[in-house]
C-alpha cells in the first residue's frame, strides 16, 4: 500500500520557468512533510519541510504548499535552475511515530533546460 | 550541511562474500537509520536505531543485520552475500524535533552489486 504517492515520473522545464512537483499521501497520521533532492549516486539532501499546523513554508526559491484536506502537497521551485535537475522525493512522518519514521514516494525526476 | 559519512561508496563483491558498510556522522545524533533503495523506486527502511545498544527492525525485510556500540558508528553487516541484495543502500541520522518533526540527514550511499 503506497502510503505517499508522487504520480508524475518525471517533469521538464525551462530554466527561469516555475517547478511544480506534486505529491499525495493518503494516512490522516501523517503531519509532518519533508522535501528532499537526489543526484544519482549521491545520497538525499533535505530540501524544506513543513508541519501540518501551517500550509505554506518558504526557504529562498523554495516553497512547499500543504493541503490537508486533499491530503496533498507540492513544491515550487521559482526560478528554476539547471542545477535544480535531479530526482525529488517527498516523505511524511507523524507524531505518533516513535522512531520519526519516514515514508517515501517514488520520486520525481525534474530537468531543469537551459 | 550534514556531516554523516559512507563508506565504501562503491562495491563489486562475488556471491557469497561478508560484507560491511560503514557509516559514521558526527552531529551527535541519538537516531540513526538504513535505507534501501533500487533505482526508480522509494527508499524503504530496513534498520533504525534509538540509540547505543538499541536496534530494531525496519519495514522491509533485509538479511542484513546492524550495530549501536558508539553513538556515532551505525555499520550494516551481510553475513553472505547474493545478488538480490545488490542496491543502493543509504544511512541517515536524525536528532528528536519534537511532535514527531525529525529532519532526516542522509550519507552519500553505497552502490552494493553482488555477482
Known amino acids: 500500500d503506497q502510503q505517499v504517492k508522487q504520480n508524475s515520473p518525471s517533469l521538464s522545464v525551462q530554466e527561469g520557468r516555475i517547478s511544480i512537483l506534486n505529491c499525495d499521501y493518503t494516512n490522516s497520521m501523517f503531519d509532518y512533510f519533508l522535501w528532499y533532492k537526489k543526484y544519482p549516486a549521491e545520497g538525499p539532501t533535505f530540501l524544506i519541510s513543513i508541519s501540518s499546523i501551517k500550509d505554506k513554508n518558504e526557504d529562498g526559491r523554495f516553497t512547499v504548499f500543504l493541503n490537508k484536506s486533499a491530503k496533498h502537497l507540492s513544491l515550487h521551485i521559482v526560478p528554476s535552475q539547471p542545477g535544480d535537475s535531479a530526482v525529488y522525493f517527498c516523505?511524511?512522518?507523524?507524531?505518533?511515530?516513535?522512531?520519526?519514521?519516514?515514508?517515501f514516494g517514488q520520486g520525481t525526476i525534474l530537468t531543469v533546460h537551459p | 550541511e550534514a556531516d554523516i559519512y559512507q563508506t565504501p561508496r562503491y562495491l563489486v563483491i562475488g556471491t557469497g562474500k561478508k560484507i560491511t558498510l560503514e557509516c559514521s556522522q558526527t552531529?551527535?545524533?541519538?537516531?540513526m537509520y538504513w535505507y534501501q533503495q533500487d533505482p526508480g523506486m522509494e527508499l524503504h527502511l530496513i534498520h533504525y536505531s534509538y540509540g547505543v545498544n538499541s536496534t530494531e527492525k525496519g519495514d522491509l525485510s533485509s538479511e542484513s543485520t546492524v550495530s549501536r556500540i558508539r553513538t556515532e558508528h551505525f555499520p550494516l553487516t551481510l553475513e553472505s552475500a547474493r545478488p538480490s541484495h545488490t542496491s543502493q543502500y543509504l544511512c541517515?541520522?536524525?536528532?528528536?524535533?519534537?511532535?514527531?518533526?525529525?529532519?532526516?540527514?542522509f550519507g552519500p550511499g553505497t552502490r552494493l552489486t553482488v555477482l
Open positions: 516523505a511524511a512522518t507523524g507524531s505518533g511515530t516513535s522512531y520519526g519514521k519516514l515514508t
Open positions: 541517515a541520522s536524525s536528532e528528536y524535533g519534537g511532535g514527531g518533526t525529525d529532519t532526516q540527514y
Open positions: 552531529m551527535g545524533h541519538d537516531k
